[in-house]
C-alpha cells in the first residue's frame, strides 16, 4: 500500500468516526471493521510495519 491509500483510508475512518459521532476510532473500528476487510488488512499492514522497526 502507498503512502496516498493509506492516507485515503485513514481520512475515511476520521469521517466515518465523526459521522457517527464517536468519541475514539477505536470505537469506530471495533464496531464497523468486520464490514471493511481492507481496511483490516492495510491496519495490520501497518502495525507490521510498526512493529519490525
Same mark, same amino acid.
Do not use: C, F
Given at each position: /500500500? ?7 483510508? &485513514? ?5 466515518? /468516526?465523526?459521522?457517527?459521532?464517536? &468519541? ?11 464490514? /471493511? ?17
Amino acid at each position: /500500500m502507498n503512502r496516498a491509500t493509506s492516507t485515503k483510508k &485513514s481520512r475515511t475512518l476520521s469521517w466515518i /468516526m465523526e459521522t457517527l459521532g464517536h &468519541s475514539q476510532i477505536s470505537l469506530t473500528l471495533n464496531t464497523y471493521a468486520h464490514v /471493511m476487510p481492507a481496511l483490516q488488512r492495510a491496519a495490520a499492514a501497518k502495525m507490521d510495519a510498526i512493529l519490525s522497526r
